[in-house]
Protein backbone atom coordinates (compact mmCIF):
# COMPACT_ATOMS: atom_id res chain seq x y z
CA UNK A 1 0.00 0.00 0.00
CA UNK A 2 1.49 3.51 -0.59
CA UNK A 3 0.76 4.33 3.30
CA UNK A 4 2.05 7.54 2.88
CA UNK A 5 -0.92 8.92 0.75
CA UNK A 6 -3.65 7.11 2.45
CA UNK A 7 -2.15 8.86 5.78
CA UNK A 8 -1.90 12.48 4.23
CA UNK A 9 -5.73 11.66 2.93
CA UNK A 10 -6.97 10.27 6.19
CA UNK A 11 -5.51 13.64 8.21
CA UNK A 12 -7.43 15.95 5.82
CA UNK A 13 -10.83 14.25 6.87
CA UNK A 14 -9.79 13.90 10.71
CA UNK A 15 -9.82 9.89 9.78
CA UNK A 16 -7.88 7.35 12.21
CA UNK A 17 -6.13 4.05 10.59
CA UNK A 18 -5.87 1.05 11.78
CA UNK A 19 -3.62 -0.96 9.62
CA UNK A 20 -4.03 -4.61 9.17
CA UNK A 21 -0.35 -5.64 8.24
CA UNK A 22 -1.25 -9.15 9.73
CA UNK A 23 0.69 -10.46 6.94
CA UNK A 24 3.98 -7.81 6.61
CA UNK A 25 5.97 -9.04 10.21
CA UNK A 26 8.99 -7.60 9.42
CA UNK A 27 8.35 -5.90 6.24
CA UNK A 28 9.68 -1.63 5.66
CA UNK A 29 8.30 0.99 3.94
CA UNK A 30 10.47 4.08 3.05
CA UNK A 31 13.27 2.04 5.07
CA UNK A 32 10.57 2.45 8.35
CA UNK A 33 9.58 -0.95 9.76
CA UNK A 34 6.16 -1.45 9.19
CA UNK A 35 4.12 -1.64 13.23
CA UNK A 36 6.20 1.94 14.09
CA UNK A 37 3.03 3.57 13.05
CA UNK A 38 4.38 6.30 11.25
CA UNK A 39 1.39 6.23 9.01
CA UNK A 40 -1.11 5.00 11.03
CA UNK A 41 -2.51 5.06 14.65
CA UNK A 42 -2.78 1.43 15.18
CA UNK A 43 -0.82 -1.23 13.39
CA UNK A 44 -2.25 -4.79 14.21
CA UNK A 45 0.01 -8.02 13.53
CA UNK A 46 -0.90 -11.49 13.36
CA UNK A 47 0.89 -14.51 14.96
CA UNK A 48 -1.21 -17.54 13.95
CA UNK A 49 0.54 -20.38 13.50
CA UNK A 50 0.74 -20.24 9.53
CA UNK A 51 1.90 -16.14 10.08
CA UNK A 52 6.17 -15.44 9.63
CA UNK A 53 6.71 -15.41 13.35
CA UNK A 54 4.05 -17.29 15.38
CA UNK A 55 3.00 -17.30 19.24
CA UNK A 56 0.49 -20.16 18.37
CA UNK A 57 -2.70 -17.81 17.98
CA UNK A 58 -3.16 -14.25 18.62
CA UNK A 59 -1.28 -11.60 17.69
CA UNK A 60 -0.32 -7.46 19.24
CA UNK A 61 -1.72 -4.15 18.38
CA UNK A 62 0.65 -1.07 18.53
CA UNK A 63 0.60 2.39 18.98
CA UNK A 64 2.39 5.38 19.43
CA UNK A 65 -0.43 6.97 21.38
CA UNK A 66 -0.43 6.67 25.12
CA UNK A 67 -3.96 7.31 25.24
CA UNK A 68 -4.83 4.40 22.53
CA UNK A 69 -2.55 2.30 24.47
CA UNK A 70 -4.31 2.36 27.56
CA UNK A 71 -7.66 1.73 26.07
CA UNK A 72 -6.60 -1.01 24.62
CA UNK A 73 -4.88 -2.76 28.13
CA UNK A 74 -8.09 -2.04 29.99
CA UNK A 75 -10.37 -3.50 27.25
CA UNK A 76 -8.37 -7.02 26.91
CA UNK A 77 -8.52 -7.44 30.65
CA UNK A 78 -12.29 -7.25 31.55
CA UNK A 79 -12.40 -3.42 31.36
CA UNK A 80 -10.89 -4.21 34.60
CA UNK A 81 -8.85 -1.34 36.31
CA UNK A 82 -6.73 -0.94 39.38
CA UNK A 83 -5.52 2.46 38.97
CA UNK A 84 -6.86 4.50 41.97
CA UNK A 85 -6.72 7.72 39.19
CA UNK A 86 -9.46 5.75 37.42
CA UNK A 87 -11.44 4.16 39.83
CA UNK A 88 -14.69 6.17 41.77
CA UNK A 89 -13.51 4.92 45.57
CA UNK A 90 -10.41 2.98 47.19
CA UNK A 91 -11.39 0.35 49.77
CA UNK A 92 -8.07 -0.84 49.93
CA UNK A 93 -4.81 -2.35 48.42
CA UNK A 94 -6.82 -5.57 47.32
CA UNK A 95 -9.56 -3.13 45.43
CA UNK A 96 -10.66 -3.39 41.53
CA UNK A 97 -13.02 -2.17 39.68
CA UNK A 98 -14.74 -2.70 36.06
CA UNK A 99 -15.39 0.42 34.46
CA UNK A 100 -16.20 -1.03 30.91
CA UNK A 101 -17.09 -4.01 29.07
CA UNK A 102 -14.21 -5.23 28.53
CA UNK A 103 -12.51 -8.58 26.65
CA UNK A 104 -10.49 -11.96 27.64
CA UNK A 105 -7.80 -10.92 25.48
CA UNK A 106 -4.98 -11.61 27.83
CA UNK A 107 -1.82 -13.37 25.95
CA UNK A 108 -0.42 -16.32 27.93
CA UNK A 109 3.31 -16.41 29.67
CA UNK A 110 3.73 -19.62 27.69
CA UNK A 111 2.68 -17.59 23.88
CA UNK A 112 4.65 -14.35 25.10
CA UNK A 113 8.03 -16.37 25.54
CA UNK A 114 7.46 -18.02 22.45
CA UNK A 115 7.07 -15.38 20.65
CA UNK A 116 9.57 -12.98 22.05
CA UNK A 117 11.83 -16.50 20.87
CA UNK A 118 10.53 -15.87 17.23
CA UNK A 119 11.15 -12.40 16.73
CA UNK A 120 15.05 -12.89 17.56
CA UNK A 121 14.61 -14.72 14.28
CA UNK A 122 12.52 -12.61 11.73
CA UNK A 123 15.00 -10.60 10.50
CA UNK A 124 17.13 -13.88 8.88
CA UNK A 125 13.42 -15.42 8.13
CA UNK A 126 12.35 -12.46 6.45
CA UNK A 127 15.76 -12.44 4.59
CA UNK A 128 15.14 -16.19 3.33
CA UNK A 129 11.53 -15.37 2.03
CA UNK A 130 13.20 -12.65 0.17
CA UNK A 131 15.43 -15.20 -1.38
CA UNK A 132 12.44 -17.59 -2.32
CA UNK A 133 10.44 -14.95 -4.06
CA UNK A 134 13.85 -13.87 -5.97
CA UNK A 135 14.04 -17.50 -7.21
CA UNK A 136 10.43 -17.40 -8.38
CA UNK A 137 10.76 -14.08 -9.81
CA UNK A 138 13.79 -15.66 -12.00
CA UNK A 139 12.52 -18.79 -12.68
CA UNK A 140 8.73 -18.12 -13.73
CA UNK A 141 9.19 -15.35 -15.31
CA UNK A 142 8.90 -17.16 -19.04
CA UNK A 143 5.28 -19.06 -17.75
CA UNK A 144 2.09 -17.55 -18.98
CA UNK A 145 1.84 -15.74 -15.07
CA UNK A 146 2.02 -13.06 -13.70
CA UNK A 147 4.40 -12.93 -10.30
CA UNK A 148 4.03 -9.98 -7.41
CA UNK A 149 4.97 -6.78 -7.88
CA UNK A 150 6.36 -4.61 -5.08
CA UNK A 151 6.93 -0.75 -4.90
CA UNK A 152 10.49 0.52 -4.99
CA UNK A 153 10.11 2.04 -1.83
CA UNK A 154 9.08 -1.25 -0.22
CA UNK A 155 10.52 -4.18 1.47
CA UNK A 156 7.89 -7.43 1.27
CA UNK A 157 8.32 -9.85 3.80
CA UNK A 158 6.45 -11.97 1.63
CA UNK A 159 4.04 -14.00 3.54
CA UNK A 160 2.95 -15.56 0.60
CA UNK A 161 3.89 -15.38 -2.67
CA UNK A 162 0.95 -15.31 -5.16
CA UNK A 163 1.02 -15.91 -8.87
CA UNK A 164 -2.11 -15.04 -11.56
CA UNK A 165 -2.47 -17.00 -14.45
CA UNK A 166 -3.06 -15.52 -17.92
CA UNK A 167 -5.97 -17.84 -18.59
CA UNK A 168 -6.19 -16.35 -22.07
CA UNK A 169 -2.86 -17.94 -22.93
CA UNK A 170 -3.56 -21.26 -21.02
CA UNK A 171 -6.15 -24.15 -22.55
CA UNK A 172 -6.59 -25.19 -18.91
CA UNK A 173 -8.63 -24.01 -16.63
CA UNK A 174 -7.57 -22.57 -12.88
CA UNK A 175 -9.34 -25.14 -11.10
CA UNK A 176 -8.05 -27.81 -13.31
CA UNK A 177 -4.20 -26.21 -13.18
CA UNK A 178 -5.11 -25.89 -8.92
CA UNK A 179 -5.34 -29.33 -8.94
CA UNK A 180 -3.36 -30.51 -11.33
CA UNK A 181 -0.30 -29.05 -9.13
CA UNK A 182 -2.01 -30.55 -5.88
CA UNK A 183 -2.35 -33.70 -7.17
CA UNK A 184 1.57 -34.12 -8.16
CA UNK A 185 2.76 -33.33 -4.59
CA UNK A 186 3.16 -29.29 -4.65
CA UNK A 187 1.18 -27.82 -1.60
CA UNK A 188 -0.65 -25.03 -3.63
CA UNK A 189 -3.54 -22.64 -1.96
CA UNK A 190 -5.32 -20.01 -2.69
CA UNK A 191 -5.47 -16.49 -0.94
CA UNK A 192 -8.26 -15.65 -0.90
CA UNK A 193 -12.03 -16.37 -1.62
CA UNK A 194 -13.74 -12.71 -1.87
CA UNK A 195 -15.44 -12.01 1.61
CA UNK A 196 -18.54 -10.85 -0.55
CA UNK A 197 -19.13 -14.67 -1.56
CA UNK A 198 -19.65 -16.41 1.76
CA UNK A 199 -23.20 -16.82 2.81
CA UNK A 200 -23.09 -14.92 5.56
CA UNK A 201 -22.32 -11.50 3.33
CA UNK A 202 -24.59 -12.90 0.79
CA UNK A 203 -27.40 -12.66 2.89
CA UNK A 204 -26.98 -9.20 4.14
CA UNK A 205 -27.27 -8.14 0.45
CA UNK A 206 -23.86 -8.57 -1.43
CA UNK A 207 -24.35 -10.69 -4.63
CA UNK A 208 -21.71 -11.65 -7.35
CA UNK A 209 -20.34 -8.73 -9.39
CA UNK A 210 -20.28 -5.97 -6.88
CA UNK A 211 -16.66 -6.07 -6.76
CA UNK A 212 -15.21 -7.28 -9.97
CA UNK A 213 -11.66 -6.90 -9.03
CA UNK A 214 -11.38 -9.05 -6.17
CA UNK A 215 -13.67 -11.82 -8.49
CA UNK A 216 -11.48 -11.61 -11.41
CA UNK A 217 -7.72 -11.84 -8.65
CA UNK A 218 -9.91 -14.55 -7.26
CA UNK A 219 -10.42 -16.59 -10.51
CA UNK A 220 -6.66 -16.59 -11.53
CA UNK A 221 -4.63 -16.90 -8.09
CA UNK A 222 -2.42 -19.70 -7.09
CA UNK A 223 -0.10 -19.47 -3.58
CA UNK A 224 2.77 -21.17 -4.39
CA UNK A 225 4.70 -23.10 -1.31
CA UNK A 226 7.26 -20.22 0.71
CA UNK A 227 8.71 -20.92 3.87
CA UNK A 228 11.99 -20.66 5.33
CA UNK A 229 12.53 -24.25 5.75
CA UNK A 230 11.85 -24.82 2.26
CA UNK A 231 14.79 -26.99 0.23
CA UNK A 232 16.39 -26.19 -2.61
CA UNK A 233 15.05 -29.13 -3.87
CA UNK A 234 11.70 -28.91 -3.25
CA UNK A 235 11.91 -25.39 -5.07
CA UNK A 236 13.47 -26.53 -8.16
CA UNK A 237 10.14 -29.27 -7.84
CA UNK A 238 7.41 -26.67 -7.43
CA UNK A 239 8.75 -24.87 -11.09
CA UNK A 240 9.66 -27.92 -12.51
CA UNK A 241 5.56 -29.22 -12.05
CA UNK A 242 4.29 -25.67 -12.57
CA UNK A 243 6.11 -25.27 -15.88
CA UNK A 244 5.26 -28.69 -17.07
CA UNK A 245 1.57 -27.99 -16.21
CA UNK A 246 1.28 -24.70 -17.69
CA UNK A 247 2.54 -25.84 -21.07
Known amino acids: SDLEKIYTLAK ?74 KMSKNDGPWYYQQIELGFNYRMTDIQAAL ?65 DLRDSGIGVNLHYIPIHLHPYYKNLGFQEGDFPNAEDFYKEAISLPLFPTISDQSLEEVVNQLTKILK
Open 12 to 85: NYGIKIIEDASHAVGAKYKNTSIGSCAYSDVTIFSFHPVKIITTGEGGMALTNSNKVAEKMRLLRTHGITREES
Open 115 to 179: GISQFQRLESYVEKRNEIADFYHQELSHLPLKTPKIQDNAYSSYHLYIVRLDLNNLSSSHHDIFT
